[in-house]
């Protein structure tokens, strides 16, 4: 019998700068269980940082850090050659200036993601991964066990057990998987339809099965109990598509007995 994973829905937001708007970052508040904030590296500003960390916490929603690597240009999601030891004081830097911000409000720090071309860069290699994953340790508390989204199977769950920071495995509503299981990460998000979603969902959910582009499935983990699922602000449609996987995983949560 597969064993039922317990799951949330989250997104990357905050991701504007000063009078541009990236999503309608009011109307996802609503569909998600976590934020994962814009630090300003790709996207957001002080201002937006502000707002939305408010926004999370009149919703009732987790908030965690997205930093990236500094390529406001790129949107996060070109790579780029960093040491560990300066990738963690990048890191550092971004985490911190939301933390100002949380503070201010009163929301507590949940997680770290990383965002775009790091996300991808620090799952395969252990060195960048420990820089990575550290910093939930530098911020963490007696109060806060700040928490390190990523993907299962790859330097970020190593090095999440490693350094005994909490790992919340990760997986992706609104992109592709390769046939050998990898995430395709693209700097432009392109439309999923609603029926593609549904049925991704409900078969990792019912199944722990990734849906690659092939249209095959690969297993997701016999070593995770529970995963949280991203939509990306930036994907058309997106407000629609959080909705529905909102739907599907509130569903699946009460059948299987998870609160």
Not at 72 to 98: H, I, N, T
Not at 147 to 172: D, R
Not at 242 to 252: P, Q, S
Request: net charge negative.
């Amino acid at each position: 019998m597969v064993q039922s994973l317990k799951a949330s829905v989250n997104c990357d937001m905050g991701e504007g700068f000063s009078l541009y708007s990236m999503a309608d970052d009011a109307a996802l508040m609503k569909t998600i269980h976590l934020a994962n904030i814009a630090c300003g590296f790709h996207a957001s500003d002080f201002s937006i940082m502000d707002r939305t960390v408010l926004l999370a916490k009149e919703n009732g929603v987790c908030v965690g850090a997205h930093p990236s690597l500094p390529d406001r240009q790129g949107f996060g999601r070109r790579e780029m050659v960093m040491k560990p030891d300066e990738l963690e004081s990048c890191l550092v830097y971004q985490v911190g200036a939301l933390r100002g911000f949380l503070s201010k409000h009163g929301v507590k720090l949940n997680h770290i993601k990383p965002h775009g071309a790091v996300y991808g860069q620090t799952a395969r290699s252990l060195p960048l991964a420990r820089a990575a994953v550290g910093v939930c340790k530098i911020f963490s508390t007696p109060e806060e066990n700040i928490a390190f989204i990523g993907l299962p199977g790859t330097a970020h769950q190593e090095a999440a057990k490693e350094l005994e920071v909490k790992f919340i495995p990760e997986w992706f509503a609104d992109l592709d998987y390769s046939q050998e299981g990898k995430l395709i990460i693209t700097q432009v998000h392109t439309q999923v339809t609603h029926e593609t979603v549904r049925s991704r969902v409900n078969t990792l959910l019912k199944h722990r099965k990734i849906t690659t582009v092939d249209g095959s499935h690969l297993p997701f983990g016999d070593d995770v109990d529970e995963v949280s699922i991203c939509c990306h602000s930036d994907t058309p449609g997106a407000v629609e598509v959080a909705k529905l996987v909102k739907i599907v995983v509130d569903e699946h949560n009460l059948a299987a007995g998870f609160r």
